[in-house]
Structures are given as structure tokens and as C-alpha cells.
């Protein structure tokens, strides 16, 4: 009992000899502590503090400059009763994740009581490929996750920043005269359900980032410079007011901005410049408006100062916004669009009153607008006059012509020039004589009112063609007799839609290879009912393009079969297929063949007095049935004549399309 007494006392000294030294939490140099806050305490202005463990703290009060590190495997810092309350000093998270959850106040409760971390005048935070995560969940009703007094900097390089579940702002400043600064490098901020992601008049700089704005309870943003350069990605989306609300905005070198899905306007600025490499998509915004003028998808304010441009070879598009694509706000507005997508904004159908555009569904503009031969403006609404563009009494306009494979969406009509859609006498060629308003409007420079619509003239183009069909056996127009267990090889010719060439651009990464931008879409579907006692097989089908019938991958179309009563269908990426090289710029253009050929065989219970049946049709286009009499008591026929019907919508999917089904001969099937 002596000697397991002694060994126990023994251990039990040698273990509180070591608890400082073998087991510290965290050293400052060559000294140690027990935790976290005891190194805080004993710090020096400039002091690196380095984890060797997880550890926590109470809060931060500093008027120190400090440096948290937590090594090579990034050690946790969590935050358990305070934020951090910052007096005029830089502090830098290094090499570590830090988590401040359900902390609703600083250190310095006298004042900063309402906000999680707050800096003074001149103070900084800097993350250094760290993460940081801030989760507002039940902190009171009026708390701030970073609050800014002036001249501060939030650093982030090779880091990220969650900033989620706050009632209050993510970021915000306390209106004061300038210099709050957001720098990110390499680096990711998300702002999640919070009041707003940005508010007030911060220095954003994004490059090579990544920001996230969403489901903001009012703004987005608001007043921020953006400057968002080479790769970064900027999302608002599902904001309650604003989208991205900024002072002004500069994109360069394969930027993206992407606003969508917000209450008001997607972008509200003053000034808005996007370079030819960049990306800007702004979709379905107008969600909850006040009025036409907050549910567009941008509202330009403009600057007297400063001009805009969005230059040719941006990959713009504005489309689908309750109110106008884009919306100025005054006289002093200047915008040069280099090009665009501007389509089916104005109707409203984004928000439950269906407030939309009531002027100008694609532009409103009462400043000064220049849009480039690359705009592509049509199809869009508004309720009391210039469904596609209003120029007001003292604004300036200079716009091209429009393009002869543009569509008009309610008739299916080509679209041949812009005419006068002023309210009170609204565009009108497809109704009644005594309806008719048809002015046309001539392209270029114009000052003062004027109201009008991408459309067409009383004799239009009608894109709803119905397409020849053409059906041949060995090249005739019947066949004169098969056998059970015959192979006949079906042909359904098409052509391609020359609609698609309107489409085309160069691509921004290599300027010899042209492309289709992925916000169209356009698929061919060709359909094939073949009667019980013709066999499909499967693996003979194939498409060729062009009229040197070269044989597309299989990767862009799809073979389906049991749909309903059709016997099979086959469904054609093209602007897949283009875009990867295997349709060129002048087969579409020029409407050449696309063609599907398959085998079926005439099944051997077939008798005299059967039918041999095949009817095809194109997405939803004419019918052509191929059909004909056994002519032989063991053998049916496909001879006899074709029948042709319409369905119900013509070929509204496909534009200029025609199709043919053509049997081009027989064979004996091989013996089983």
C-alpha cells in the first residue's frame, strides 16, 4: 500500500509541474499561458499570439495592434460571451477559423452594445487565410454584425467571412465623411438573411473573390463603390428592396455580376462600367415593387460627372424583369451599351399586382443612351406605350437597326424594324384593317420623344412555316412491296433553324471560335409513330448535319423511348452541338439538312391485307405518315400515299425548319 501511495503522489506533482509548460494553450514568443484571454492581457502593441490548441474567449477590448495565429492545421478561436470592440488598431486573424455565434454585443457595453464587432476611427480587421463565421441567431433585434466608425479597413486575403442571421446589417457604416474600405483577395464573403450585405458608403475592392448576397431582409447593398476585377464572381440575390445598390460599379477582366430574384431593381446605380471580357446577368427581379420605377431589372441613376459603358463583347442580359431592362433616373445620365440581350422585361408577371413597365419595357430612357449594332432589344412589354424603348422630350438616342431573325413573341412573326408604339396609338399589323397602326420609325439619332417596338410590317414573314414534306422510296414515290423480316431504312430530313445564326458571338478567351451564349436555348425534337408490325432498332440511328451529312456524337442528342404512343423521339442539342464545333456558323445560316436515320424492321407475323404505318413530325410541326397495302399473302407493304396533318401550335419551337420523312430502300433482315 506504501509504494502504490508514493507513486501516486509522484504522479500526481509531475503532472502539475507540467500543466503550464508541456500542456500550455498558447505562447506569445518564448512565453506561454494557460488561455486565450490571459495572453490578450499580457500582450504588447504588436504582439503575434500563437494557438497551439482550439481555444475560446470572452471578448476582445483592444487598443492594441495584435495578431492571432493558429498555425499550420489552423486552429479554432470561438468567441463566448462578447464581440470585439476595436480602438483605433489593426487586428489580424492568421491561419485560423473563428466563430462568433449569438454574440449581440461588444466588450464595451456602455455604447457598443447593439453590434458584434466595432471599430473606431482608423481601426482595421484582416483575415489571413483564415475563416471567420458570424451567426446572428438570437441576438436582439437590433444588432449589427460589423459596425465601422471611419477610415477602417476590412482585409480579407485567402480567406472567408460568413455573415449569417443577423436582424441588422452585415457591414455597416455610421454615415460619416468617408474611407471605409472592403478589400478582398482571393478571398470569400457571404452575407445570408440578413437586413443587408453592404450598407453605406464603403470602398469595395473584389479581385479574384467571391461575394454572396442573399435573401437580404431591404437592400442588398447600399452606396457602395465596386470595383470587381480579375475572375471574381458577385451574386445579390433575394434581396426584400435592392438588389446591388451602389455609388458606382467598375467590372474588369472576366468579372461576373449577377443580380436576380430581388424585391426592387436588380442594380441601382450611377455609374455602371463593364468591360468587353465581363459578365452581367440581371433575371427576375420586381419581385415585391413599389412602382414601375423600382421593378426593373437596372435603374440607371447616372452622374453628371461620369459617363458609363458597357463595352461590345460583354456578355450582358437583362431579361425577364417585371419592369423596364433599364431604367434612367434623370437627365444626366450617359450610357453606351456595346451590347446587350434585352428581352421580355416590362409585364409584370415577376410580382403578385403585376407591376411592370409602363413605358419602355426594354429602355427608359430620359438621358443619354447609345446602343451598339450587338444590342439585342425585343420582346419586351410595357402597359401604356413603347413596349421596347421610350426616349422622353429631351433625351438623346442613338440605336441600329434591328435583326431580320428576331421574333416576335405573341404572333411568331419576323421581326423587319422599329415602329411607332406611342400611347394612344399602340403598334397594331396583326388585327383587323380598321385596327392597323403600322409607322415605321428609322434607326440612328434622335432627340426628343419617341416611343416604339421591334416588330413588323402588314406583310410579315410568318415563322410558323409549314414544312414541305418530302417522302421517297428507292427514289420513288411508292414502294412496290416487302417481306416479313425486311429492314426498311427510314430517313427524317430537317433543316436547321436559321434563326440561331442571329445569335452567334466570338468568344471572349479566343477570338476565332464563335458560340451561342448559354442563356438561349433551342432544341430539336423529332418524333416517329411506326404501326405494331414495324420493329424499331435502336441501335441504327444515327444524325448527320449539313449537306455533307456529317455524323453529330451521341452525346448531343438524347433517344427516348414509350412516350406515349410514339415509338421514339430524339431530342438534339444545337447550340451545344455549335458551340462545340460540330454545326458551323454557315450551316446555320444557310437552313442546311439535319437528318435522323434509323432501321426498323417488318415484323414476321405481318400478313396480307396489314398495313405498314410510320408517321414523324418535328417539335411540334406538320405530320407526315408513310404508310401502304401488303401486297403479298407473307409480305405487307410500305407503298401507298402519305398523309399529311397539322398539330395544334405549328412549328413555333423550331423557326425556319422543314422536315421529311423519306424511305430510301429495303434489305433483307439477317437470318436469326
Known amino acids: 500500500m506504501k509504494k502504490v501511495f508514493m507513486v501516486c503522489l509522484a504522479a500526481t506533482a509531475m503532472t502539475a509541474g507540467m500543466s503550464v509548460s508541456a500542456f500550455a494553450q498558447v505562447h506569445i514568443g518564448g512565453t506561454t499561458y494557460n488561455t486565450f484571454d490571459e495572453a490578450v492581457a499580457a500582450a504588447e502593441d504588436g504582439a503575434v499570439i500563437v494557438l497551439d490548441t482550439d481555444e475560446a474567449t470572452s471578448g476582445l477590448n483592444l487598443s492594441k495592434n495584435l495578431t492571432v495565429d493558429g498555425g499550420t492545421d489552423k486552429k479554432n478561436l470561438t468567441f463566448t460571451d462578447k464581440g470585439i470592440a476595436l480602438w483605433g488598431k489593426k487586428l489580424t486573424f492568421k491561419n485560423c477559423a473563428v466563430e462568433l455565434k449569438r454574440i449581440g454585443s461588444t466588450p464595451y457595453t456602455a455604447e457598443w452594445n447593439w453590434m458584434t464587432i466595432s471599430a473606431s476611427k482608423d481601426a482595421e480587421l484582416h483575415l489571413e487565410n483564415a475563416e471567420m463565421v458570424m451567426n446572428g441567431e438570437g441576438v436582439a433585434a ?33 454615415g460619416g465623411d468617408g474611407g471605409y474600405n472592403v478589400n478582398l483577395e482571393n478571398s470569400t464573403y457571404i452575407s445570408d438573411n440578413n437586413r443587408s450585405g453592404f450598407t453605406g458608403t464603403f470602398y469595395a475592392t473584389i479581385d479574384n473573390s467571391k461575394v454572396q448576397v442573399l435573401n437580404s431582409h431591404g437592400n442588398g447593398s447600399n452606396g457602395t463603390y465596386y470595383t470587381i476585377k480579375n475572375g471574381s464572381e458577385v451574386l445579390f440575390d433575394g434581396s426584400g428592396t435592392w438588389g446591388i445598390s451602389a455609388w458606382r460599379i467598375d ?112 429602355i427608359y430612357n430620359i438621358g443619354t443612351m447609345r446602343l451598339g449594332s450587338s444590342v439585342i432589344l425585343y420582346n419586351n412589354h410595357a402597359g401604356k406605350g413603347a413596349d421596347d424603348i421610350y426616349n422622353g422630350e429631351n433625351a438623346t438616342l ?87 423480316g425486311d429492314n426498311i431504312s427510314f430517313t427524317l430530313e430537317s433543316h436547321l433553324p436559321a434563326r440561331l445564326a442571329g445569335f452567334v458571338v466570338r468568344s471572349d478567351s479566343n477570338a476565332e471560335r464563335l458560340l451561342i451564349p448559354e442563356k438561349f436555348s433551342e432544341r430539336m425534337i423529332f418524333h416517329d409513330e411506326m404501326s405494331k408490325n414495324l420493329e424499331f432498332d435502336k441501335a441504327t440511328l444515327k444524325v448527320t448535319v449539313g449537306n455533307e451529312e456529317r455524323e453529330l456524337p451521341e452525346e448531343y442528342y438524347k433517344v427516348e423511348t414509350g412516350k406515349g404512343n410514339e415509338t421514339f423521339r430524339v431530342s438534339i442539342a444545337l447550340i451545344a452541338a455549335f458551340n462545340d464545333g460540330y454545326i458551323t456558323y454557315d450551316e446555320l445560316k444557310n437552313a442546311e439538312p439535319i437528318i435522323v436515320s434509323y432501321d426498323a424492321a417488318v415484323s414476321d407475323k405481318a ?32 407503298g401507298g400515299i402519305g398523309t399529311k396533318a397539322f398539330t395544334a401550335a405549328g412549328i413555333a419551337l423550331m423557326g425556319a425548319a422543314a422536315g421529311a420523312v423519306i424511305v430510301t430502300g429495303k434489305k433483307k433482315k439477317k437470318e436469326q
Open 398 to 484: 442613338k440605336f441600329g437597326d434591328t435583326n431580320k431573325e428576331w421574333i416576335l413573341d405573341d404572333c411568331n412573326h419576323a421581326i423587319d424594324g422599329w415602329y411607332d408604339d406611342t400611347e394612344g396609338s399602340r403598334w397594331n399589323a396583326d388585327g383587323g384593317e380598321s385596327e392597323h397602326h403600322i409607322v415605321l420609325v428609322n434607326s440612328g439619332s434622335k432627340t426628343g420623344m419617341l416611343q416604339i417596338k421591334a416588330a413588323h410590317g402588314l406583310d410579315a414573314d410568318d415563322k410558323e412555316s409549314r414544312p414541305d414534306i418530302d417522302k421517297k422510296a428507292d427514289g420513288e414515290d411508292e414502294i412496290k412491296g416487302v417481306k416479313p
Open 607 to 638: 400478313i396480307d391485307g396489314d398495313k405498314v404505318e410510320n408517321r414523324a413530325w418535328v417539335n411540334d410541326s406538320e405530320e407526315d405518315i408513310v404508310d401502304g397495302p401488303v401486297i403479298d399473302p407473307d409480305v405487307p407493304s410500305t
Open 142 to 174: 437590433n444588432t449589427h454584425a460589423i459596425y465601422f466608425g471611419s477610415n477602417n479597413k476590412l482585409n480579407l486575403k485567402d480567406s472567408k467571412l460568413e455573415i449569417r442571421n443577423y436582424p441588422q446589417d452585415a457591414l455597416e457604416w455610421d
Open 251 to 362: 467590372m474588369s477582366n472576366q468579372s461576373s455580376l449577377t443580380a436576380t430574384n430581388n424585391g426592387y431593381s436588380g442594380i441601382w446605380t450611377r455609374v455602371l462600367n463593364v468591360d468587353k471580357t465581363c459578365k452581367l446577368d440581371v433575371e427576375e427581379n420586381g419581385v415585391k415593387p413599389l412602382s414601375a420605377a423600382t421593378s426593373g431589372g437596372i435603374v440607371f441613376q447616372g452622374n453628371g460627372t461620369y459617363k458609363s459603358t458597357i463595352e461590345k463583347g460583354a456578355d450582358v442580359t437583362i431579361m425577364n424583369n417585371a419592369g423596364s431592362g433599364i431604367y434612367t433616373k434623370q437627365a444626366a445620365c450617359d450610357l453606351t451599351i456595346g451590347s446587350a440581350t434585352i428581352i421580355n422585361n416590362g409585364t409584370g408577371t415577376q410580382n403578385e399586382k403585376k407591376i411592370g413597365a409602363e413605358y419602355g419595357g426594354g
